[in-house]
């Protein structure tokens, strides 16, 4: 029988005496040199981009070498908070924040050519809901551009966010079986204990160093670059390990109270004030999700979420208190009339721009001033703002202090009109089904919980452009068996 290798796997003979080009590294390190080097041109500073241009060089010799070690970049890349750094300490340089980037497309060059072809005849890189989706999303961003005259570079720029969650999804479909999908998700967790202690550090040490301002609080922020980041992957892990333990799993060898105890205290001493109420309420919706699977772990897991989640609300209340805020979150916000006033708070300042309703409201007016703007929008790139010159939006540029990109459903409805919003919310939907199978299953739970989470913060912060979102998008759209044999979809 013939077997095949590749230079990523040297220690297996080859019985062939013709590989294929594709699979040596010469092959493949020369379009990822040509790529760096774009990339550094495009991105960076022209006294960073010897050096970036250098690190790309490197690390495209390097994941030549191992596949394996250009996933691992990517993946530890995107907790570098270089935003944060940059924002409280140091400046830093301009391609410092597009090293998830980097990593995501080096990874996505070497995985589509290093992989057998006969793999990838066999297994679609993208479930075929994703491709239909992606090209009309594709299709609505050219013509809005056109009937705008839009800026082709603003419209590329708009793009970035599909770049990265279809990129990861390809490369986690092209690398990951199930049994390395189980692998990664539980070394996602122990990060979501690694940033336990990195968040206290952030509030006992750093805030409290500072003089009290409404800002200095997002600065508890763990591993990412803000506190919106935070929310989706302390939450997602909560999910992980509430799923698995209600279905009789374990992700890691420890109580699966201590976990969720653990993993909810970063968002207790946080500044974000709808981290707990997006916490009960994903749970509630997981716990739903659940409902046919009755049993003393799901009953104890209820009573345990809800302690916690009840618990955690109030304590974190009376440290927002204690530490300077003006009201009780609980009597204040978390009422119909008191989250309404807040969110649609107009006060805009320098700082902080609209509310997050109110910037809403605001778009939703501005493209009733076109026509067409209700179906297509202003323009791809219109909203949104950037340190690369000619890339800002118009319509950023007339109003920079109001932050009219600080949420990626307002973002989306400024840019692509109500079409757009659609086609996103079709996007996410199809991972949300991408795998029909009993609801009870935990890996059905995760991934419909996650969705219901990241749909829902839509409106909370522009999480369609968060390398980490990608992350786990593309790690939730793994649809191989558990003992590696690819499923098509």
Known sequence: MKTETSFLNRDQPIHRKKIDLLYQPYITIIPIIILSLLVGIFIARQQ??????????????????????????????VFIPVAYVERYFVPLPAYARWFPHLFLILTLILSILLKKNKKIRSYPLLPKPLIWIGLIYLLLVLFSMLINSSSFLSALWSLRGLILIYGSVIVHRLNFTKHGQEKFIRNLVIVGLLVVPVTIFQRLVIVASRPYQPSVYDM??????????LVLFQIFCIIA????????????????????????????ISYSKAAPLYFIMTMIYVFWLCRKRFSSKLLIALIVIGIFGAAGTLFFDQLFQSTGGPYSIVEDLY??????????NDNATTEGGLQRGAALLFNYELIQTEPHGLLLGLGPGSFTSSRIAGVTGSIYAMYPNLYLDFSSLTTVLGELGFLGVLITIILLASIYFLKLSNEGNYWIVLRKGTIFLLISLLFYGPFLLFPSTALILGLLSVTGDLDGSPVPV
């Open 48 to 77: 960073f981009m010897l050096v970036g241009f250098l690190f790309g060089l490197i690390i495209a010799l390097l994941s030549a070498l191992n596949i394996k070690i250009a996933i691992y970049l990517f993946y530890i890349s």
């Open 220 to 229: 508890v922020t763990g591993l990412f670059s803000s506190y919106d980041d």
């Open 241 to 268: 390990v509430t799923s698995w333990w209600i279905h009789g799993r374990r992700l890691l060898p420890v109580s699966p109270i201590v976990l969720i105890g653990a993993l909810f205290f970063p968002l207790v």
């Open 335 to 344: 009422t119909i009339e008191g989250a309404l006033d807040y969110l649609l």
